[in-house]
C-alpha cells in the first residue's frame, strides 16, 4: 500500500495550508484514512480521520473547527485542510491507512500498518 503525503511548507500563523494524500485504492470502504503529526522527540498525535464505517469525520480536539478532513475518491486522494495555523501546529503530518481499525482505536498509530513520507509544516509566529 503506497500512500504519499504532500503539501507542507512554510506559512505564517494565522494562515493555511492545505496537505494531500496519494492513496490509491484506499479512499473507499474497507480503509480508514488517517492524519497524524509528529514533532521531534514526540509521538505521532492524531489529527483526523473518516472511518470506513461510520463516515463521519473524527477530530483531534486540538484542530477541531480549524482543520477540515475530506476526500476525492475519483482522484484516491485524502486532504487536510489546516486554517488558523499556529506555531503549535508545526510537525511533520503524515498520512496513514488501515483495513481493520475498529472505530474505538481511531486515534491510535499502532491501529495502521501503512503510512506514507511525512510532509514538514511549519508555521512561523
Known amino acids: 500500500v503506497q500512500l504519499q503525503a504532500f503539501g507542507g511548507g512554510l506559512v505564517q500563523a494565522g494562515g493555511s495550508l492545505t496537505l494531500s494524500c496519494s492513496a490509491p485504492?484506499?479512499?473507499?470502504?474497507?480503509?480508514?484514512v488517517a492524519w497524524f503529526r509528529q514533532t521531534p522527540g514526540m509521538d505521532r498525535d492524531f489529527v483526523a480521520a473518516?472511518?470506513?464505517?461510520?463516515?463521519?469525520?473524527t477530530y483531534a480536539d486540538s484542530v477541531k473547527g480549524r482543520f477540515a478532513y475530506s476526500r476525492d475518491t475519483a482522484k484516491n486522494t485524502v486532504y487536510l485542510q489546516m486554517n488558523t495555523l499556529s506555531a503549535e501546529d508545526t510537525a511533520v503530518y503524515y498520512c496513514?491507512?488501515?483495513?481493520?481499525?475498529?472505530?474505538?482505536?481511531?486515534?491510535?498509530?499502532?491501529?495502521?500498518?501503512?503510512w506514507g513520507q511525512g510532509t514538514q509544516v511549519t508555521v512561523s509566529s
Open positions: 496513514a491507512a488501515s483495513s481493520s481499525v475498529i472505530l474505538s482505536n481511531l486515534r491510535s498509530q499502532i491501529a495502521y500498518a501503512y
Open positions: 485504492g484506499r479512499t473507499r470502504s474497507p480503509w480508514t
Open positions: 473518516m472511518h470506513r464505517s461510520a463516515g463521519r469525520i
